[in-house]
């Protein structure tokens, strides 16, 4: 099993532009997340989904759109990319909401 | 909102010593993970609490939940290098969010 998958891995974005980071996973977990991890920092809930067609913001949603037209994925979208968003990028998913988070290998995105 | 805090930020160790980090919740909890972070990788899942006062152990790993649920610890007994990295503690609060705390970056010296 491949577990969560983000690609890419690393992504370097002028300021303005735009991008999709993408997230799948094979384990057929309903929950799906995705954080930023700014450096020597704690992980930060920016979106999140209980079910296909189902989302919800988390603490820092401003500046980006998700949406979950599958079990499977769960694209996290940047339209205006500005260099506060320069960070590390995991998105992660879980079977029940209590229950323990797999988390992608992570998408290292730098704003200039 | 909840606030998870964890103390401390940075810890330098010399290989065998022991190494504890502590964590903090503004508001009691239902339930507590502790994640580990390799440098350079992804969080990955260690163990999760649930009962007041709870300790659990996985070999030199020992994990605690405090007695009103608002605070945790992970002890690790005889460090190695193999545990360098950081640690985060996630609390989950009465309205089922989960809140990961700042994480403590745990060095150790051969």
């Known amino acids: 099993n491949a577990g969560v998958t983000q690609t890419p891995k690393f992504r370097i974005l002028k300021i303005g532009q735009s991008m999709t980071l993408q997230c799948t996973q094979d384990?057929?977990?309903?929950?799906m997340y995705w954080y930023r991890q700014d450096p020597g920092m704690g992980l930060k809930l920016i979106y999140y989904?209980?079910?296909?067609?189902?989302?919800d913001k988390g603490e820092v949603p401003n500046g980006y759109n998700v949406s979950r037209s599958t079990t499977e994925d769960f694209p996290l979208r940047l339209e205006l990319a500005a260099p506060s968003q320069t960070s590390v990028y995991f998105c992660?998913?879980?079977?029940?909401?209590?229950?323990?988070?797999?988390f992608g290998d992570g998408t290292r995105l730098s704003i200039l | 909102g909840q606030q998870v805090m964890q103390i401390p930020q940075y810890q330098h160790v010399q290989e065998g010593e022991d190494f504890t980090t502590y964590c903090n919740s503004s508001?009691?909890?239902?339930?507590i993970q502790w994640y580990k972070q390799r440098p350079g990788g992804h969080p990955v899942f260690l163990i999760q609490?649930?009962?007041?006062?709870e300790v659990k152990k996985q070999k030199r790993l020992t994990f605690q939940f405090g007695e009103a649920k608002k605070n945790s610890s992970l002890h690790i007994t005889a460090t190695q290098t193999t545990d360098v990295g950081t640690y985060f503690c996630?609390?989950?609060?009465?309205?089922?969010?989960?809140?990961f705390g700042g994480g403590t970056r745990l060095m150790v010296k051969p």
């Open positions: 992660a998913s879980t079977i029940g909401r209590e229950q323990p988070q797999h």
């Open positions: 384990m057929n977990h309903n929950y």
């Open positions: 989904s209980v079910g296909a067609g189902i989302t």
């Open positions: 508001t009691t909890l239902s339930n």
């Open positions: 609490l649930v009962k007041s006062g």
């Open positions: 996630a609390g989950r609060d009465a309205g089922n969010m989960l809140t």
